[in-house]
């Protein structure tokens, strides 16, 4: 049983970190990543990631960059909802009139997040 709890383990930061990368990058009105927010936010690559990942490889003049995205805007924000469920205090709480203020909630930004909670 010991292997079940390290994959469940697994399963649980698969899923926060795909939650706080989806939160981030909604409030932040982005819906493209690189590597370096995966690392970020401790989105480890596994199949349950990439279920949920789209990844496009774009050549640079000098490297290779891996672009990432959510299979869809509803999964992003599905995700980013249930990080903030689960996060007892989430890096920006968009809860918060002040910061719900900047996001520009009032112009249907973010109702899909809002349904979701």
Do not use: W
């Not at 709890?5 to 932040?28: F, I, N, P, R």
């Amino acid at each position: 049983t010991s292997g079940n709890a390290s994959e469940c383990d697994q399963v649980s930061q698969a899923v926060v970190g795909l939650g706080k990368l989806a939160y981030t990058k909604l409030l932040e009105h982005e819906t493209l990543f690189f590597d370096h927010d995966l690392k970020a936010n401790s989105v480890d690559s596994c199949d349950l990631v990439n279920s949920f990942l789209d990844r496009t490889s774009v050549q640079q003049p000098d490297c290779v960059e891996n672009v990432f995205s959510f299979t869809h805007l509803t999964i992003q924000e599905f995700f980013a909802a249930l990080y903030y469920v689960l996060e007892t205090s989430p890096l920006h709480d968009i809860m918060n009139m002040e910061d719900s203020n900047n996001t520009l909630i009032g112009s249907g930004y973010l109702d899909l997040f809002f349904r979701f909670l």
